[in-house]
């Protein structure tokens, strides 16, 4: 657990009624409670442990919002230096017109080049990349993977890089992108923010793609929204048999409901992110709009482990599970053999 991230935990819920996952057949041994809307919307007190931060970033960062100060030099477009030639990789390097440097996983980034550094790996290979990056290029470095990167980022110092949330698809190495439209947000989802923010941009937007410039604070909502996407839609499809995300969303919503509401109460609670109204909605519209994904628990140190993180942290403190739905689904569905993590 990183020792800067403020953290508040839930230690005693008002009980409303045990909980029985919806997956399974019988209730689980020891069945958990936990708090449902009206427990969030009721005038009933619960106790609450609390670390609290000093750090003023929040309060300087909503100001500057408000007073529209500009962050970063808005930087165009021009040729970049792209790490990976997966589907991502790949596909970027096509809007660049034969003059983006391609590279692979161990190559040398060369110090002198003046365009930014999409890297477009899987996360394991973020910590080598940027050790391997030299320290003046690092400011150039553009994150596009899922999950949350907020510690590495810390521990590298380089939380005011530009990183990209990305809603759009490829299916395959040389295949047309499928922008990230739902019905409920036709404008589209992908977003970035940062100093290659417009770049990036102006890349996607080559491609007939959309792509939304956004202050950091709302940057962070996107992140953790397509966060908890990832980690409530795919362990609910994954522990009813890896089916696909159009089935998680036509006959095991409510559970995904459950899930998100516990996950949108973390962000807020230890990241500071209030998410804005409706993300169950939209988490919901998103998966109409990719219904034929498979469900599939990946990548669980930068996904759903995060989270989990939160409720060992609890237990070991001998509180109340802050997630406990969350915990059920992932250790129960491990211990019947249903995922595995």
């Not at 989270?307 to 599970?321: H, P, Q, T, V, W």
């Amino acid at each position: 657990m990183d020792g800067n991230r403020s953290l508040l935990y839930i230690s005693s819920f008002t009980p409303q009624f045990a909980l029985k996952p919806r997956f399974y057949s019988t209730v689980p041994s020891n069945p958990r409670v936990f708090a449902s809307k009206s427990v969030l919307n009721s005038q009933r007190p619960h106790s609450l442990c609390m670390q609290v931060s000093s750090d003023s970033r929040t309060y300087d960062e909503y100001m500057d919002f408000l007073q529209n100060k500009v962050e970063h030099e808005e930087l165009h477009d021009q040729p970049s230096i792209i790490i990976g030639a997966g589907r991502i990789g790949t596909f970027l390097a096509s809007l660049g017109n034969e003059q983006d440097l391609v590279l692979k996983r161990g190559d040398s980034i060369p110090k002198d080049h003046p365009g930014p550094i999409y890297i477009c790996t899987r996360n394991s290979d973020l910590a080598s990349i940027i050790e391997s990056c030299p320290d003046e290029k690092r400011k150039d470095l553009i994150f596009l993977q899922n999950g949350m990167l907020d510690p590495l980022l810390r521990r590298y110092d380089l939380t005011s890089n530009t990183m990209v949330n990305v809603y759009f698809a490829v299916p395959k190495i040389g295949a047309k992108p499928k922008d990230g439209i739902t019905d409920l947000n036709p404008e589209g989802l992908t977003c970035t923010t940062g100093r290659w923010g417009v770049a990036v941009q102006e890349r996607l937007e080559k491609a007939e793609l959309s792509c939304k410039v956004l202050h950091e604070r709302d940057f962070r909502r996107s992140m953790f929204e397509k966060l908890i996407w990832i980690c409530s839609v795919m362990l609910v499809g994954a522990v009813h048999g890896n089916i696909t995300v159009g089935q998680v969303e036509k006959k095991h919503s409510s559970e995904v409901a459950d899930l998100v509401q516990e996950m949108a109460m973390m962000a807020r609670s230890t990241a500071r992110v209030a998410l804005a109204g409706g993300t169950l909605d939209r988490v919901l519209a998103y998966c109409r709009s990719v219904p034929d994904f498979p469900t599939a628990l990946k990548e669980f140190e930068w996904r759903n482990g995060y989270f989990y993180e939160f409720s060992l942290l609890a237990r070991k403190k001998g509180i109340d599970d802050p997630m406990p739905i969350h915990t059920d689904y992932l250790e129960d569905g491990k211990k019947r053999g249903l995922i595995d993590w």
